[in-house]
Protein backbone atom coordinates (compact mmCIF):
# COMPACT_ATOMS: atom_id res chain seq x y z
CA UNK A 1 0.00 0.00 0.00
CA UNK A 2 1.27 3.29 -0.91
CA UNK A 3 1.79 5.47 1.88
CA UNK A 4 -1.34 8.96 2.36
CA UNK A 5 0.24 11.93 2.67
CA UNK A 6 -1.41 14.54 4.62
CA UNK A 7 -0.75 17.93 2.83
CA UNK A 8 0.71 20.81 4.07
CA UNK A 9 -1.67 23.56 5.47
CA UNK A 10 -1.40 26.85 6.31
CA UNK A 11 -3.13 29.46 8.40
CA UNK A 12 -2.29 33.00 8.97
CA UNK A 13 0.26 32.81 12.04
CA UNK A 14 0.96 28.49 11.06
CA UNK A 15 2.08 26.34 8.94
CA UNK A 16 0.99 22.78 9.73
CA UNK A 17 3.25 19.73 7.81
CA UNK A 18 3.79 16.19 8.75
CA UNK A 19 5.89 15.11 11.28
CA UNK A 20 9.14 13.85 10.33
CA UNK A 21 12.02 11.94 12.04
CA UNK A 22 13.89 15.06 12.12
CA UNK A 23 11.52 16.30 14.73
CA UNK A 24 12.46 13.81 17.26
CA UNK A 25 14.20 16.18 19.45
CA UNK A 26 11.55 18.80 19.51
CA UNK A 27 9.18 15.53 20.00
CA UNK A 28 11.15 14.45 22.91
CA UNK A 29 11.01 17.54 24.72
CA UNK A 30 8.17 18.46 24.29
CA UNK A 31 6.02 15.34 25.41
CA UNK A 32 8.54 14.87 28.09
CA UNK A 33 7.06 17.98 30.07
CA UNK A 34 4.48 17.32 32.47
CA UNK A 35 2.50 20.46 31.16
CA UNK A 36 1.70 19.54 28.10
CA UNK A 37 1.24 16.30 29.02
CA UNK A 38 -0.91 16.61 32.17
CA UNK A 39 -4.07 15.97 29.77
CA UNK A 40 -2.68 13.12 27.69
CA UNK A 41 -4.26 10.28 29.93
CA UNK A 42 -3.41 7.87 27.06
CA UNK A 43 0.13 8.53 27.47
CA UNK A 44 3.04 9.51 30.15
CA UNK A 45 5.43 11.74 29.66
CA UNK A 46 7.99 10.48 27.15
CA UNK A 47 11.48 9.39 29.57
CA UNK A 48 13.92 7.98 26.51
CA UNK A 49 14.96 9.92 22.82
CA UNK A 50 13.56 6.36 21.52
CA UNK A 51 10.04 7.11 22.42
CA UNK A 52 9.90 9.96 20.43
CA UNK A 53 11.11 8.46 17.17
CA UNK A 54 8.31 5.63 18.06
CA UNK A 55 5.70 8.08 18.04
CA UNK A 56 6.56 9.60 14.81
CA UNK A 57 7.20 6.71 13.22
CA UNK A 58 3.54 5.41 14.67
CA UNK A 59 2.50 8.89 12.29
CA UNK A 60 4.53 7.86 9.57
CA UNK A 61 3.41 4.32 8.83
CA UNK A 62 1.20 3.79 5.46
CA UNK A 63 -0.43 0.48 6.25
CA UNK A 64 -4.15 1.41 6.85
CA UNK A 65 -3.37 5.44 7.74
CA UNK A 66 -5.77 5.95 10.08
CA UNK A 67 -3.89 8.75 11.66
CA UNK A 68 -2.05 11.60 11.18
CA UNK A 69 -0.02 13.82 13.18
CA UNK A 70 0.90 17.65 12.07
CA UNK A 71 3.98 19.88 13.50
CA UNK A 72 2.29 23.34 14.27
CA UNK A 73 5.42 25.75 13.14
CA UNK A 74 5.12 29.52 13.97
CA UNK A 75 5.81 31.22 10.48
CA UNK A 76 7.32 34.03 12.63
CA UNK A 77 10.67 32.54 13.54
CA UNK A 78 9.54 28.92 12.43
CA UNK A 79 9.16 27.50 15.86
CA UNK A 80 7.52 24.60 16.67
CA UNK A 81 4.64 25.00 19.17
CA UNK A 82 2.17 22.07 19.46
CA UNK A 83 0.75 19.03 17.23
CA UNK A 84 -2.65 18.05 16.43
CA UNK A 85 -4.06 15.97 14.23
CA UNK A 86 -6.58 12.90 13.48
CA UNK A 87 -6.71 9.79 14.98
CA UNK A 88 -9.29 6.27 14.40
CA UNK A 89 -10.18 7.50 11.23
CA UNK A 90 -13.02 5.35 9.83
CA UNK A 91 -12.85 5.67 6.30
CA UNK A 92 -16.36 3.23 6.05
CA UNK A 93 -18.32 5.46 8.44
CA UNK A 94 -16.61 9.16 7.90
CA UNK A 95 -15.30 9.82 11.09
CA UNK A 96 -12.26 10.45 12.98
CA UNK A 97 -11.45 11.64 16.53
CA UNK A 98 -9.13 15.07 16.68
CA UNK A 99 -6.17 15.70 18.96
CA UNK A 100 -4.34 18.41 19.92
CA UNK A 101 -1.56 19.76 22.06
CA UNK A 102 0.10 23.32 22.35
CA UNK A 103 3.17 24.56 24.70
CA UNK A 104 1.93 26.05 27.51
CA UNK A 105 3.90 29.43 26.57
CA UNK A 106 1.31 29.47 23.88
CA UNK A 107 -1.94 28.92 25.06
CA UNK A 108 -4.49 31.72 25.20
CA UNK A 109 -3.42 33.32 22.17
CA UNK A 110 -5.60 31.73 19.30
CA UNK A 111 -3.31 29.32 17.49
CA UNK A 112 -4.93 25.97 18.35
CA UNK A 113 -8.41 27.64 17.60
CA UNK A 114 -6.39 28.46 14.15
CA UNK A 115 -5.18 24.99 13.66
CA UNK A 116 -7.89 23.44 14.30
CA UNK A 117 -10.26 25.66 11.99
CA UNK A 118 -7.69 24.49 9.23
CA UNK A 119 -7.64 21.13 10.86
CA UNK A 120 -11.36 20.51 10.64
CA UNK A 121 -11.80 22.25 7.32
CA UNK A 122 -9.46 19.21 5.88
CA UNK A 123 -11.33 16.82 7.99
CA UNK A 124 -14.74 17.83 6.18
CA UNK A 125 -13.59 18.50 2.64
CA UNK A 126 -10.77 16.49 1.55
CA UNK A 127 -11.08 13.80 4.17
CA UNK A 128 -15.09 13.55 3.39
CA UNK A 129 -15.58 13.21 7.28
CA UNK A 130 -18.87 13.54 8.49
CA UNK A 131 -18.43 13.25 12.16
CA UNK A 132 -15.18 14.37 13.79
CA UNK A 133 -15.19 13.16 17.90
CA UNK A 134 -12.71 14.67 20.58
CA UNK A 135 -12.28 12.98 24.00
CA UNK A 136 -11.18 15.21 26.81
CA UNK A 137 -10.28 15.04 30.53
CA UNK A 138 -13.20 16.35 32.27
CA UNK A 139 -10.97 18.65 34.07
CA UNK A 140 -9.58 20.33 30.90
CA UNK A 141 -11.84 23.24 30.92
CA UNK A 142 -9.79 25.23 28.42
CA UNK A 143 -10.05 22.58 26.06
CA UNK A 144 -13.33 22.13 26.26
CA UNK A 145 -14.01 26.16 25.80
CA UNK A 146 -12.01 26.01 22.65
CA UNK A 147 -14.14 22.80 21.50
CA UNK A 148 -17.44 24.69 22.36
CA UNK A 149 -16.00 27.97 20.20
CA UNK A 150 -15.70 25.43 16.94
CA UNK A 151 -19.05 24.47 17.29
CA UNK A 152 -18.65 21.14 18.96
CA UNK A 153 -21.41 19.36 21.01
CA UNK A 154 -20.86 17.52 24.21
CA UNK A 155 -22.53 13.87 24.02
CA UNK A 156 -22.07 12.62 27.45
CA UNK A 157 -19.21 11.51 29.38
CA UNK A 158 -17.19 8.21 29.50
CA UNK A 159 -16.67 7.35 33.01
CA UNK A 160 -13.45 6.24 34.50
CA UNK A 161 -12.41 5.89 30.14
CA UNK A 162 -7.95 5.95 31.10
CA UNK A 163 -6.76 4.83 33.49
CA UNK A 164 -3.56 6.51 34.39
CA UNK A 165 -0.63 5.75 37.62
CA UNK A 166 -3.28 3.60 39.23
CA UNK A 167 -6.48 5.83 38.95
CA UNK A 168 -9.54 6.03 36.64
CA UNK A 169 -10.23 9.39 34.79
CA UNK A 170 -13.71 10.43 33.09
CA UNK A 171 -13.69 11.85 29.79
CA UNK A 172 -16.18 13.89 28.11
CA UNK A 173 -17.61 12.63 24.52
CA UNK A 174 -17.44 15.91 22.13
CA UNK A 175 -18.84 16.03 18.41
CA UNK A 176 -18.91 17.70 15.44
CA UNK A 177 -20.55 17.06 12.00
CA UNK A 178 -20.38 18.15 8.67
CA UNK A 179 -23.48 19.68 8.61
CA UNK A 180 -23.42 21.85 12.02
CA UNK A 181 -19.17 23.05 10.56
CA UNK A 182 -21.10 24.41 7.19
CA UNK A 183 -23.75 26.25 9.26
Same mark, same amino acid.
Given at each position: ??? @????????? #??????????????????????????????????????????????????? %??? $??????????????????????????????????????????? %??????? #????? $? %?????????????????? $? #?? @??????? %???????????????????? $?????????????
Amino acid at each position: MSP @INFPTLETE #RLILRQMTLEDADFVFQYFSASAVSQYLMDEAPLTEYAQAQEIIEFYLEPE %GKT $HNRWIMIRKSDGQPIGTCGFHKWDKRYFRAEIGYDLSPSFWGQ %GYMLESL #RAVIS $H %GFEQMKLNRIEALVYVEN $H #RS @IQLLQRL %GFKQEGVLRDYFYLDGKFYD $HSLFALLRSEWKS
